[in-house]
Structure formats: structure tokens, C-alpha cells
């Protein structure tokens, strides 16, 4: 397993628990709870939690760098604003652990180079399949495309519902949270922020597609 990017077990402590561990401390979750471990549909209970958090996490072993590696020059000087608008992405809030769903919306500005649209996607994906705030996964899509395709900018939105605020704590159902990062050409120019966010309001012609 390569070693995160992120914080995770900077304590000093390197060793990933094993399967019997992770399953062993979803039954204590479970007996807190006061449930019944013995009954027939919490037999295979930490099986399958383990199982759902080998899904949510699989971000620790994705390498979004990597996936920026392989970009296209010929593109007959194509210059201007490449944007992948509503990326849905399913992430954790790294305070309660419940989810976070919402979407992404981002776009850089070539310098010469571009890269396969449905990378940015996975670089999404990456960051969103760990524990996060949406701010730190803001920031790190647009740093990481950023470093690693040194485009004239790029600019991060994303919208997302909070669980932890909807069905518990403050219980705020529908709030959505917004938080935005900008580099380059985004963050000195004005006018090609607005340009940005008129493209996120446009009209989603091809939406129901
Ligand atoms: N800034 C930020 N805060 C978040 C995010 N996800 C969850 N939170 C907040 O993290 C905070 C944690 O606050 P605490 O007071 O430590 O925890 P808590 O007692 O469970 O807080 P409540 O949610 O208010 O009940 C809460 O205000 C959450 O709304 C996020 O992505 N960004
Ligand atoms: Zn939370």
C-alpha cells in the first residue's frame, strides 16, 4: 500500500490494522450500539463495514499526480477554459465520519498542454474517497492540478451537502455548503473568475442526457 499524502498516522504509528482488527472494532460499534451481535443480520455486519470502508477510503492508495501524467500537446493551440461541470462525488467528513455529497466543478487553462478530461474526474474521486473537509479537498484539486500540469490556472468549486449537518447536530437539511480555490490567471483576473462562474450557472442543456 503506498503511504497517504495526507496527515494520516503522522503520530509515528505506520502499522494499518489488519481485516480481523477493523471487523473486531466494528462489533465493539456494534455492541455500543446495545444491538444483539449474535442475531442473524448482524452476523456478517463487520464483514460488510469493512467491506463499505475499503470503498470510501480507496482514495489512500490513489496517486492523483499520476493520473495527470499523460497529457496531449496537439490541439491546434487550443487556449481557453476546460471545465468539467457537476462532477458528483460521495466523500467523508473527517469530524463525524458520515457523508458528504455533493459536486465539483473544475476547470484550468491550458498552457499548451491538456490532459484526458475524465482525469480530473478521477482526481476528484481520489481526494473525495478520503476523510476530508471540504475546504482541504478543495484545495487540494486545484493544487494538485496546479503542480502538476502547470496550466495559466485553475479554478476548484464545490457544493455539497453536508450529513453530519443534515441528519444530525444542527439538523439544517438542504443547507449546502460552497467553497471555491483559484490559482493562476483565476485568482489575479476578475474577469476570468466571472467567466468561470457564469459557466457554472449556464443553463445544463445535456443535463437529463
Ligand atoms: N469547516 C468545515 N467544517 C466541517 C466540515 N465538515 C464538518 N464540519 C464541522 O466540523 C465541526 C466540528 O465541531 P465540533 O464542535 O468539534 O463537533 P460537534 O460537537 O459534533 O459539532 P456539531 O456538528 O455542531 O454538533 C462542526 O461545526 C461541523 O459542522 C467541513 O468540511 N469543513
Ligand atoms: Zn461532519
Redesign the pocket.
Known amino acids: 500500500m503506498r503511504e497517504p499524502q495526507t496527515g494520516l498516522r503522522a503520530s509515528g504509528d505506520t502499522r494499518r490494522p489488519s481485516r480481523e482488527e477493523a471487523e473486531a472494532a466494528v462489533r465493539t460499534l456494534l455492541a455500543w450500539t446495545g444491538d444483539d451481535l449474535t442475531r442473524e443480520g448482524l452476523l456478517d455486519t463487520p464483514k460488510r463495514v469493512v467491506d463499505s470502508y475499503a470503498e470510501y477510503f480507496w482514495g489512500y492508495d490513489g496517486d492523483p499526480v499520476d493520473e495527470l501524467s499523460r497529457t496531449f500537446e496537439d490541439v491546434q493551440g487550443y487556449d481557453d477554459i476546460v471545465m468539467l461541470r457537476d462532477i458528483d462525488f460521495a466523500s467523508h ?1 473527517e ?2 465520519m458520515v457523508p ?1 455529497i455533493g459536486v465539483a466543478h473544475v476547470a484550468y487553462i491550458p498552457d499548451r498542454r491538456i490532459v484526458g478530461i475524465s482525469k480530473l474526474a478521477r482526481v476528484v474521486d481520489i481526494y473525495a474517497k478520503r476523510l ?4 482541504t479537498m478543495t484545495a487540494q484539486i486545484a493544487n494538485c492540478i496546479q503542480e502538476a500540469l502547470k496550466p495559466k490556472g485553475v479554478a476548484v468549486m464545490i457544493d455539497a451537502l ?1 450529513q ?2 443534515t441528519m444530525r ?2 439538523h439544517k437539511k438542504g443547507t449546502t ?1 460552497i467553497t471555491t480555490r483559484f490559482t493562476g490567471v483565476f485568482s489575479e483576473d476578475k474577469a476570468e473568475r466571472d467567466r468561470f462562474m457564469q459557466l457554472v450557472n449556464g443553463t445544463r442543456v445535456l443535463a437529463s442526457r
Open positions: 467528513c469530524h463525524h458528504i476530508q473537509t471540504q475546504e453536508h453530519c449537518m447536530g444542527v455548503t
